[in-house]
């Protein structure tokens, strides 16, 4: 590594941060590429199996609000897309690679929406397993995407509010409404376990060493199970992980290995929705192209 | 042509306009549309500037080789003249 990598290394641990028009290691663009890139895509895939349930909505006030939050995802997918843009990629080479398959999005995003329940559940926890890794975003290294992780989290939080809100609502309905938030929360605790990443060490994380995160996966994983067992167990719902729970003298809970094949093989579009969702994505890319064309020639 | 506009929101009458972030957009009408949608649509700002990126000219640099700190605050350490000036009027309180 030379003296100015070196520094600069640095300079973003002891917490300075980096604005667009600074210099930086090129490795450190090409990284922080491909994280705001996959962040990015997720804003944009994430909005699909959401997407399916708006017809669905069981009332007009919960189909408002679903809307609302689609529109603030593909939003934050263009705020994202902005700061990629800003440092080299063009938004259009980002949806190219999406639609192709070689850039990722986000594993919680390869699963179908069975039920009215999962959207609860995505809307909650796939939220909030979210707002973990972003919150830690606001302090990332390069200035311009923390600052936009703050409009971000803000809008996030409530979206976690709407979730919870679905959730209750079904909770304390039927017998048959609780079990569907069950039978959701069964098939995605997984998922969720899987969503902070492998328990790799901070500082053998590239992404930390740069300090584009500012916690490593474990740490946002403690965090998110320190927040929300408790939170979905007094409602009297089971967590599907028999060796799940926390040490009361070191704070850190204990769960069963989640299968990290599984999560390579889903990221890298082997998912059970992974292939559709790309297609849908492609085709709508197609059926909107016009659009941009009339609108570009126009301004022309 | 897709431009870049930076846009600038006013949270509350009164308060300065900050850099909020910046759309794309081939004209300001569209521009406009973005930024309504991207930072207004919760009732979050009071008022948007919008204004295209080449219309922004960027300063960083403030060299200061001549040591101007009699400009500022901290330029000036009155603490020891000021106790010795109460001490000649009598007027020192005692600790």
Same mark, same amino acid.
């Given at each position: ?5 070196? %520094? ?8 300075? &941060? ?9 490795? @450190? ?12 895509? !997720?804003?944009?895939?994430?909005? $699909? ?12 006030? =919960?189909?408002?609000? /679903? ?8 939003? +934050? ?7 990629? %843009? ?11 690679? /999406?639609? !192709?398959? #070689?850039?990722?999005? +986000?594993?919680?995003? +390869? ?23 972003? #919150?830690? /975003? /606001? ?5 311009? @995407?923390?600052?936009?992780?703050? #409009? ?9 509010? +709407? ?11 039927? &017998? %048959? &409404? ?6 959701? $929360?069964? =098939? ?48 009297? $719902? ?25 999560? #390579? ?36 | ?38 930072? *207004? ?13 080449? *219309? ?40």
């Amino acid at each position: 590594m030379d003296t100015r990598t070196q %520094e600069f290394v640095e300079y973003v641990q002891a917490g300075g &941060q980096v604005e667009s028009g600074d210099w930086m290691p090129d490795d @450190y663009r090409s990284k922080l590429v491909k994280f705001i890139e996959m962040h990015g895509n !997720s804003e944009l895939m994430g909005v $699909l199996p959401e997407r399916d349930w708006i017809l669905r909505a069981p009332t007009l006030q =919960r189909k408002l609000a /679903l809307t609302a939050k689609i529109q603030d995802e593909v939003g +934050h997918a263009q705020l994202i897309y902005r700061v990629v %843009e800003d440092l080299g990629k063009p938004r259009s080479a980002c949806l190219d690679d /999406l639609v !192709s398959g #070689k850039a990722k999005f +986000h594993n919680v995003f +390869h699963y179908p929406t069975k039920t009215w329940g999962d959207v609860g559940v995505i809307a909650w926890l796939v939220d909030a397993a979210a707002i973990v890794s972003q #919150k830690a /975003l /606001l302090k990332c290294s390069y200035a311009p @995407y923390a600052r936009i992780m703050k #409009k971000i989290c803000w809008e996030e939080s409530f979206h976690i509010l +709407h979730g919870r809100d679905v959730i209750l609502a079904m909770v304390t309905g039927t &017998q %048959e &409404q609780f079990e569907l938030v069950q039978e959701a $929360l069964d =098939r995605w605790w997984e998922p969720l376990m899987h969503f902070h990443g492998n328990p790799i060490p901070a500082d053998e994380d590239p992404m930390y060493v740069w300090r584009i995160k500012s916690q490593g996966n474990e740490d946002a994983r403690q965090q998110f199970l320190e927040g929300y067992v408790p939170q979905i167990r007094e409602l009297g $719902l089971e967590i599907p992980d028999p060796k799940l729970r926390r040490d009361d003298e070191t704070s850190v809970w204990s769960y069963t290995e989640p299968d990290w094949d599984r999560l #390579k093989a889903v990221v890298t579009g082997h998912g059970p929705a992974s292939q559709e969702r790309l297609a849908f994505r492609r085709l709508s890319r197609e059926q909107v192209d016009w659009v941009s064309r009339i609108v570009l020639a126009e301004a022309a | 042509m897709t431009l870049v506009w930076e846009v600038f929101r006013q949270e509350r009458k009164g308060q300065p306009f900050a850099h909020a972030g910046s759309v794309t957009a081939p004209d300001l009408s569209f521009a406009e549309l973005y930024a309504r949608e991207q930072y *207004g649509r919760r009732q979050e700002s009071e008022a948007l500037w919008i204004v295209p990126r080449e *219309g922004v000219h960027a300063v960083a640099d403030f060299p200061d080789e001549f040591d101007l700190k009699y400009r500022r605050v901290d330029g000036y350490s009155i603490k020891a003249r000021l106790k010795e000036a109460r001490e000649r009027a009598g007027t020192a309180v005692e600790s």
